[in-house]
T-cell receptor, first 114, second 115 residues
């Protein structure tokens, strides 16, 4: 079983719709969760971080964390063509992952269709 | 803004050569990391350092070594480059987060080709 698992996609969403990206993780003791966006040929950039159960909103982005079910999701409202990218889920903390290291999923490729 | 820079964007080396990849950050971050990224495999941690002269192996340290002589600089060394080390190499840095984990900021990456 992969430690951090994401649907590789590609996920295609019409412009203006809600894009939903999901991530599950294996280390129940994980404490810190991150979503990074990576455009083709570029390095990852942070979109959201979340540390507590529930929702965290930042503009058009909402991160949702459910530690009991060991999943974290990212919702993108009013999707724009500029949101087309690969989205990486990263997890840290807990006995297996450790506090300072991030363990990344392989990413979900999102395409917004105009 | 945090700035992480890497010495080269593209590098072509021959099998058996010694290769140095340099990373510099300007935000006084304690932690620095080296990853490689390959299609279908995602980002994999090679080594990280949480202080000057300190280093820890990541998930795939074989064939690599690192050096951190100054807080702002973290070097990745391929002692004898091989074709299976052809990859995108990404450096990152973060503050020491204590009991939680702080955000990692990435450099632009170095695409290394070993012929």
């Amino acid at each position: 079983q992969k430690e951090v698992e994401q649907n590789s996609g590609p996920l295609s969403v019409p412009e203006g719709a809600i894009a939903s990206l999901n991530c599950t993780y294996s280390d129940r003791g994980s404490q810190s969760f991150f979503w990074y966006r990576q455009y083709s040929g570029k390095s990852p950039e942070l979109i959201m971080s979340i540390y507590s159960n529930g929702d965290k909103e930042d503009g058009r982005f909402t991160a949702q964390l459910n530690k009991a079910s060991q999943y974290v999701s990212l919702l993108i409202r009013d999707s724009q063509p500029s949101d087309s990218a690969t989205y990486l889920c990263a997890v840290a903390g807990g006995p297996n992952f450790g506090n300072e290291k991030l363990t990344f999923g392989t990413g979900t490729r999102l395409t917004i269709i105009p | 803004d945090v700035k992480v820079t890497q010495s080269s964007r593209y590098l072509v080396k021959r099998t058996g050569e010694k290769v140095f990849l340099e990373c510099v950050q300007d935000m006084d971050h304690e932690n620095m990391f080296w990853y490689r990224q390959d299609p279908g495999l995602g980002l994999r941690l090679i080594y990280f350092s949480y202080d000057v002269k300190m280093k820890e192996k990541g998930d795939i340290p074989e064939g690599y070594s690192v050096s951190r002589e100054k807080k702002e600089r973290f070097s990745l060394i391929l002692e004898s480059a091989s074709t299976n080390q052809t990859s995108m190499y990404l450096c990152a840095s973060s503050l020491w987060g204590g009991t939680s984990t702080d955000t990692q900021y990435f450099g632009p990456g170095t695409r290394l080709t070993v012929l």
